[in-house]
């Protein structure tokens, strides 16, 4: 792999790689729900695994599953999660599942701040908390990188303006440089971040 350059057929590669997210993908259109994509860690850690030279599923510690309905009731996501249960179970990997349109009514409770409703699972993809994080991979199998791959690649860390919740980007690179040492933050931000 080109640690300066990623396209998007060697990242949907590197993914598949991980035999999770090959499983999930491949099985993800029978979950039937609107907007549904494989985000965030499983994708971007699978890569930097085979970039470290670890196992493809090594220091994944769960496969989210987004996904959008007009409903935010908790009965109806929860009735999607249990959709998802029967469909992934035999993989015995953690799968979080989530309706994106819900986000902002749990988001104060778990993280002690709160965010603007979103507008679809795309937009939240796009406010992850490190630009090069913010990836996902739809269930027809469409490549989600508003920022482009290049810096996940190259494990450039920065933060993104877009996010609504910056104080908790400097916990996040922290963790992500701890499992991956070789990720190099940008380091001028980053402590800008820490003031916040």
Known sequence: MNTASLSQAEFLRLVRLNPFNAAILDRLPDLDVQQGHLVAGALFGTVWNVRSGQPPTAQIRDYDVFYWDDDVSYEAED??????????G?????????NQARVHLWFNGKFGQDRPPLN??????????????CVGISAHGAVHAPYGLDEL?????????????????????ADY???????????PVINQQRLV
């Open 79 to 88: 009735a999607v999660i249990r959709r998802a249960q029967a469909l992934f």
């Open 90 to 98: 035999d993989l015995n990997v953690p799968i979080e599942v989530r």
């Open 120 to 133: 679809s699972v795309r937009e939240g993809i796009d406010q992850f908390l490190v630009t090069c994080t």
């Open 153 to 173: 690649a190259s494990g450039l860390l920065r933060p993104n303006p877009h996010n609504h919740t910056p104080g908790l980007c400097a916990a996040k690179i």
């Open 177 to 187: 440089t701890r499992r991956w040492p070789w990720l190099r933050a940008d380091g």
